[in-house]
């Protein structure tokens, strides 16, 4: 089991890498920013992003199964709001698994994938964001923490 950081600073995501060795080994192959950028209180659409993290993992052995697990688990109770570190005030937002944006991340699996593996592999994993229009929030910056867990 592997629990690799997801921040949110700034609005924005940032994952990091890390590895874990077993028989089969998988990690972050990339840290990516899932940034919302400036939001605008005034805007009547909601703001989107989407972004995308590759785990890449290698077999001991060439067609050792890789049976893979991707949970985004809460560091505290209210995961879906970006909290201002000076007023406390909350910028609320929702992960989804779909370009819809109608199936939300929760503390359910993210991902899963079961295959043989030849050689190392990366698997992507593509995450969509959504942040609610019309927030009566004041300027400055805003964070909040989700950690990844991978399960292999």
């Not at 005030?89 to 929702?94: C, G, N, R, T, Y």
């Not at 779909?98 to 995450?127: E, N, Q, S």
Request: charged share 15%.
């Amino acid at each position: 089991m592997l629990k690799q950081g997801l921040r949110l600073a700034a609005a924005a995501v940032t994952l990091l890498a890390a590895a874990v060795t077993n028989a089969m080994t998988c990690g972050m192959w990339n840290a990516p920013q899932l940034a919302f950028g400036d939001y605008s209180p005034f805007s009547m659409s909601p703001h989107d992003i989407q972004g995308s993290l590759q785990i890449e993992c290698t077999p001991a052995s060439p067609g050792e199964i890789l049976n893979l697990s991707v949970r985004l688990l809460s560091e505290r109770s209210d995961r879906s709001a970006l909290r201002n570190s000076a007023t406390g005030e909350a910028l609320h937002f929702q992960l989804y698994k779909d370009l819809g944006r109608t199936v939300p991340i929760t503390d359910d699996l993210l991902f899963t994938l079961r295959t043989p593996l030849a050689t190392t592999t990366r698997i992507p994993i593509v995450i969509y964001g959504r942040m609610a229009p019309r927030q009566n929030v004041v300027v400055g910056r805003y964070r909040s923490g989700i950690l990844m867990q991978l399960d292999f």
